[in-house]
Every structure is written in C-alpha cells, then in structure tokens.
C-alpha cells in the first residue's frame, strides 16, 4: 500500500521568505500525489496535483512542487510567503493503478508565518 | 466558494439527541464521502459511496449512519454520541471510482461537531 511521510509536522518562515514542505512518498509504481491546504474553519482545497504529464507542477497562489522519482519526493515550495498562506498542508497518494483510489493523507505540516 | 455545501456550519448536541449532517454537489461526481477531523490532523476515512451505493464503511460505530438519497446528497445521520466525537466532519465528493485515481477530491468547509 502506498504511504507519504511529511517531514516536520510545523515549519515556520518569515514573510517574503522561501516556503519548502516536504512530502516523500513509498511506492514502487510513481502514483499521483497532491497537495491540498487547509485554512482554519475550512475544509481542504486543492493546491496542486502529479498525475505524470510533467514533474514540475505549478497549483494555485503561487505554489509549486517538483516529482523527484529518483528521491521519491513531492516537495512544495513558495518563492514568497505571505502571511495569507498560514494554513495546514496535506500531501496526498493515490496508486497510478489497481487498488483503493482512495487517496491517503500525510500527517500534515503546520506552515507559520512571521511578519 | 467551495462547490460542495455543508449544513449545519455548527452543531452542539447532547448524548440522546439525533441530529444529521447534509452534504450537497452538483458537479455529477459520482463519489461521495464522510470524513472525520480532529485538530491538526489529517481527515479519517468514515465512508464512501459510489454511485449512490454504499462502497467503503471503516468500521465506524453504528451511532453514524451515513446515506445517499440521490447522485447530489449525502446525510450523515447521528445518534447517541459520545463527546470523543466531537469533531468536524468534512463531505467530499469525486468523479466516478474508474477514473478516481488521479481525481483530486473536493471538500466541503465542514461540520463543527461538539457533544455535550
């Protein structure tokens, strides 16, 4: 069964800095990963999602993540945070094929920004 | 605005109380589900429904007892809670299961849950 791992379940950054959350998947097939972000008293939207047309995934609100097959990673990066993107992030897996098409949620990363 | 609805946004009940929870899409996905969340933790699988059937149950107490009436709703009915089930409890739906592996779900802002 596939699983991600989320690596530092808070990461906090200044305004304007640099975002990176991480998300590495198990897997031996690549499956499709997401990410979705959560703001308090909402449910989860979807930032971005791989489904293998191409690695480098550009989503919503300047948000991107690269497939890294060879790391097994999915991570999220922001150039520049801002304060607005204080939220819960979630990566996410799917199988490519065969089994549950029910996606399984990584534990989540609490991202913190500074002014 | 999120496209799948949720009502109540709110809801405090007692032990003995009988409440439901509604969920409405009208995107024509085809699968529809019941999620758990506690604080800062990923959402629990509660249910899911495929074409209006009921397809996944994660072995969730009796006192949840979710249904389908159509291709757009999905109730949650509860009754004699505990106050471990307080939590929000989020709706989500999904094309069809055949084509459901690289379809990204779509959630509701959720139910506010507190048993007293």
């Known amino acids: 069964a596939q699983s991600v791992t989320q690596l530092g379940s808070h990461v906090s950054v200044s305004e304007g800095a640099l975002v990176l959350l991480r998300c590495n998947y198990s897997?031996?097939?690549?499956?499709?990963l997401f990410w979705y972000v959560q703001y308090p008293n909402q449910g989860l939207q979807l930032l971005l999602k791989y489904t293998s047309a191409a690695t480098l995934v550009k989503g919503i609100n300047g948000f991107e993540a690269e497939f890294k097959k060879s790391e097994t990673s999915f991570h999220l990066t922001k150039p520049s945070a801002h304060m607005s993107d204080a939220a819960e992030y979630f990566c996410?897996?799917?199988?490519?094929?065969?089994?549950?098409?029910?996606?399984?949620f990584g534990r989540g990363t609490s991202l913190i920004v500074h002014p | 605005d999120t496209e799948v609805t949720q009502t109540p946004k709110h809801l405090v009940m007692g032990m003995t109380n009988k409440k439901s929870l509604k969920c409405e899409q009208h995107?024509?996905?085809?699968?529809m589900y019941w999620y758990k969340q506690k604080a800062k933790k990923p959402p629990e699988l509660m249910f899911v429904?495929?074409?209006?059937?009921?397809?996944i149950n994660e072995s969730v107490p009796s006192r949840f007892s979710p249904e389908c009436p159509n291709s757009s709703l999905l109730n949650l009915h509860l009754h004699a809670l505990q106050p471990e089930d307080s939590a929000l409890y989020l709706c989500?739906?999904?094309?069809?299961?055949?084509?459901?592996?690289?379809?990204?779900?779509?959630f509701g802002n959720g139910t506010r849950l507190t048993v007293t």
């Open positions: 996410a897996v799917t199988p490519a094929s065969g089994g549950s098409y029910i996606p399984t």
């Open positions: 995107m024509g996905h085809r699968a």
């Open positions: 429904y495929s074409y209006e059937k009921l397809s």
């Open positions: 897997s031996s097939v690549p499956p499709y």
């Open positions: 989500a739906s999904s094309q069809g299961e055949l084509s459901s592996y690289n379809s990204p779900l779509h």
